[in-house]
């Protein structure tokens, strides 16, 4: 299997993006492009024991860019790391798109590039994170690519979103949810009500509405939203943990003796970052676009892209392009 | 000043409604009409000391019950404490009312029986809650009343909020954020974008668009959505912080050195509870309707209904009433 990584994307790229890319390869066994300037991806590659791993480069004359405007930079940078890598996938030379760089470049590249799966209204970016489930997390879309949404693109994420929890994060008969105001049927904005009885003879396991509180409680092991909710829920999480892990260190350190006890405890608040880590899940697909996209957080580090790159090797192995056109008809 | 609760609502009515009752005539020297079953409530007197407080009954025959369908309920149980409290608000006989029953009921009762301020489009319901800022907390609206909003509404919720900010809650030129997906101008959904863009001339301090991560960092002192949004955030919060405490638990359980670190770090953690303690703030306020309204939560206990009344006499002692008024000329 061939990955096309976008080495220049990211911010800490090629650094990060060569060391995930042969510490991909070295794992899982397969080939991981490497997209962008030839010279800068050399030299970092010169860090690393390659010996035995085949981490190709595919040259890429331009960037884009963090602060580029994503779709105005995808049209014109035509010769963009990114659009490279999408190219790759859609001329087949490769089965996967991996990016951490601008992430509504990488939605645009990949949509302008590899085109939707046809009868796929809008494609969603998902992502995974830690819940109470038996399975430790749930997965949710969209969290970005659609802030404006009609109730059928609602429909369809859950298709896809059970799709995927079943094929490639090997969940059984998931259960599928709708974010919401209130758990009884009728509750929340007219958007989602029309979408939820939409869902109710959709053919996959819905389940209903999810509160706000039971995202994290493992109610349901997909989470269906529109792009402006989900992403507004993902990085509140983000600001919500940050604060309570320093109120906690704050209050430790207010304390002698709990001091001693937070040093004790340290195993303990470490374990508990790991398992919430976002890093182990490695960024999220973008599902719909016709063409394996992985999209992870510009802020990865080499293991993230490890992941991420991982998480491409999955989408492709368990053929997801295949089951939502199947899903489709 | 004279406060009317409803004695009825929440689920451990009436005794810990009398209870923060008494709480709070004691604390803040107020008169706390006590609405409702009057035997219910004189025998739940009875096990306080009342000397020197003043905490009538005011008579009803009806409850509207947590699952009672809210809007009819409000119609057809006229004598329903809730509507008995707003009418005493509504005919001068007190000047706020408080309430933490069914919270669509809390909503419908002070609608029907308040009625807006002229020129306010909606009312919003409102909460505090932690942040890093330096007071410490933000002002939120909507958090629930209205699920599919204008943009004007919300360039008006921006307006409440930040007299309700500046008034009650001391703060000084309150910065006021809208909820987006991202921080630059133009991103975020049609509603947001519109929104900012009006927001932008409104007489109010508007800092532009605040990312999920940045709810809890402090950017803002007010922080405008729609009350889907809001309500997914607040009760998405509650889930989170349930989650995190519980993963450090059991992390810390499963280790015998860190558990005597838990033990010593005990303190500490009831520390962290207590900052972020949401019965602190005692429920959120109204804005919008004609009469000072305070909607708390139905598992609120006795310290939270105590808190209610004391955000419900801030309002009414700085008049946020005449302060929205006089905004909106």
Known sequence: MIISLDAMGGDHAPAVTVHGAVWAARDFGLTVQLVGNPDAIA????????????????????????????????????????????????????????????????????????????????????TIFPTQSEYGFAFMLDVGANTD????????????????????LGIANPRVGIVSTGEEEGKGSMLVIEAATKMKTAPYNFIGNVEGKDITTGL??????????????????????????SAIE???????????????????????????????????ALLGVDGVTIITHGRSDAYTIRNAIRAARDAVEKDILGAIKAGLT
Chains 1, 2 share one sequence.
């Open 220 to 245: 349901a092991d997909v989470i269906v939203t529109d792009g402006f909710t989900g992403n507004v829920i993902i990085k509140f999480a983000e600001g919500l943990s940050k604060m309570l892990m």
């Open 149 to 168: 949404v009609k109730p059928e693109y609602l429909v369809q994420f859950g298709m896809m979103g059970s799709l995927y929890a079943e094929k490639v």
């Open 43 to 126: 030299a970092e590659l010169k860090k690393h024991d390659t010996t035995g791993l085949d981490v190709p480069i595919v040259p890429a004359s331009e960037i884009i860019e963090m602060d580029d405007h994503p779709s105005q930079a995808v049209k014109t940078k035509k010769d963009a790391s990114m659009n490279v890598a999408v190219r790759q996938v859609k001329t087949g030379k490769s089965q996967a798109f991996v990016t951490a760089g601008n992430s509504g470049g990488a939605l645009a590249a990949a949509l302008f590039g590899l085109g939707r799966i046809r009868g796929i209204k809008r494609p969603a970016l998902s």
């Open 250 to 284: 704050s209050e430790i350190r207010a304390r002698p003796l709990a001091m001693v006890g937070g040093l004790l405890a340290k195993p303990a608040f470490r374990g508990v970052k790991a398992k919430l880590d976002y890093r182990e899940f490695g960024g999220g």
